[in-house]
């Protein structure tokens, strides 16, 4: 009886080290996939950080060229100012033009 009882114990000793080294097995396959997790949450938040950064480059040149759409308006506004001006500015040497032929013509009939 001794003896069966000892091969019991050794048979359950047997067992609880087969346990162990499952166990140890899993512990050291949750820490791997706890590095990995760590670490891969680390690339999210860097990706995440980029995407932040394109998107604030995004609305700087978004900013940038709705002002030159606005600088480019302010010009052809004064480009179609001077293009008004410059009609007025012929108009009115058109007139002078007439009127001094007029004078011309005037002075032209006085003889001294």
Same mark, same amino acid.
């Given at each position: 009886? !001794? @003896?069966?009882?000892?091969?019991?114990?050794?048979?359950?000793?047997?067992?609880?080290?087969?346990?162990?080294?499952?166990?140890?097995?899993?512990?050291?396959?949750?820490?791997?996939? &706890? =590095?990995?997790?760590?670490?891969?949450?680390?690339?999210?938040?860097?990706?995440?950080?980029?995407?932040?950064?394109?998107?604030?480059?995004? &609305?700087?040149? &978004?900013?940038?060229?709705?002002?030159?759409?606005?600088?480019?308006?302010?010009?052809?506004?004064?480009?179609? @100012?001077?293009?008004?001006?410059?009609?007025?500015?012929?108009?009115?040497? @058109?007139?002078?033009?007439?009127?001094?032929? !007029?004078?011309? =013509?005037?002075?032209?009939?006085?003889?001294?």
């Amino acid at each position: 009886m !001794t @003896e069966l009882s000892v091969q019991e114990i050794d048979q359950i000793s047997s067992v609880i080290n087969g346990v162990n080294e499952i166990v140890s097995t899993i512990a050291a396959a949750v820490e791997e996939q &706890s =590095s990995a997790t760590t670490e891969i949450s680390s690339n999210i938040n860097q990706v995440s950080a980029g995407i932040q950064e394109v998107n604030e480059n995004i &609305s700087q040149s &978004s900013s940038v060229a709705r002002e030159i759409t606005q600088n480019i308006t302010q010009v052809n506004d004064a480009a179609s @100012e001077i293009s008004n001006g410059s009609r007025q500015v012929k108009s009115s040497a @058109e007139n002078l033009n007439g009127m001094a032929r !007029t004078l011309n =013509s005037i002075v032209s009939k006085f003889k001294v």
